[in-house]
């Protein structure tokens, strides 16, 4: 089940989603002596990586933080890039003494890339995740139908238009055209191994996702809904995002 949580904005969802990454993380030196975390991207995540980074008594050479996904094609220098925004709001900020294990979405040779990720993530024990929902559902870029079987960790994936034209939707790219028709991605279940997935979702336009994937059955068809059946999922919703749920 979901412990879901409104806050009132988007401010306020940063910081929530902070506290608990942070605890998380500490929690994980504290036990283990290292941390492997995984860190996402987008409009919800711009106020929890900036708490994240200021955070005190956080020893970030002894974490290492995967990335959740990136556009096939997309070089580290486009707008767009999810490396580019997270080496900016994430690496730069903490002169980089975190371990940062980049998804190279313009390596020569997608599947390897895939390989390459798959041999370093292994059988690590993830602390922690933090994402977001789609606006049709999707968790990290599997779309639906998602696939909910396979076993790799990364996998490249086909982008489905519902997430293409959201990409275009938030100002990241021109034109539908220039949205890249793929993407390597974290597959579900590597994001279900995960102990604590922090998810922070908002506006309104997310509030169908959100209600399919916390109401509605559990299905490929709705990729976030897989996460009913994870043991200790966060998510937090604005207002707007929680508007459509019978049950809070």
């Not at 709001?89 to 003494?97: E, N, S, Y």
């Not at 709705?222 to 059946?229: D, F, N």
Request: glycine content about 6%; charged content about 20%; overall charge negative.
């Amino acid at each position: 089940m979901f412990d879901i949580r409104i806050t009132e904005d988007k401010s306020a969802m940063g910081a929530a989603a902070a506290e608990l990454a942070i605890g998380a993380i500490r929690a994980a030196l504290a036990e283990h002596g290292q941390a492997t975390i995984v860190v996402a991207t987008g409009a919800s995540q711009f106020d929890t990586l900036k708490h994240l980074v200021a955070a005190e008594g956080i020893d970030w050479s002894k974490v290492t933080a995967f990335h959740l996904d990136e556009y096939v094609g997309l070089p580290v220098t486009h707008p767009a890039s999810f490396r580019k925004y997270l080496n900016e709001r994430f690496v730069q900020p903490l002169v980089g003494a975190v371990e940062f294990v980049p998804v190279n979405g313009d390596a020569a040779d997608p599947q390897a890339e895939a390989r390459r990720l798959n041999g370093l993530i292994g059988d690590r024990r993830i602390d922690l995740c933090l994402a977001g929902i789609g606006e049709n559902c999707h968790l990290a870029f599997n779309d639906p139908p998602a696939d909910f079987d396979t076993e790799a960790p990364f996998i490249v994936v086909t982008l489905d238009e519902a997430c293409r034209r959201q990409q275009l939707g938030e100002g990241w790219f021109p034109s539908l055209d220039a949205v890249p028709a793929r993407a390597i991605s974290m597959s579900i279940r590597q994001i279900m191994k995960s102990r604590l997935i922090v998810l922070s979702v908002p506006d309104q336009r997310k509030a169908e996702a959100v209600r399919d994937a916390v109401e509605g059955p559990v299905s490929p068809a709705h990729p976030a809904s897989i996460l009913q059946q994870h043991p200790r999922t966060v998510l937090l919703l604005d207002p707007p995002a929680a508007s459509l749920l019978q049950r809070r």
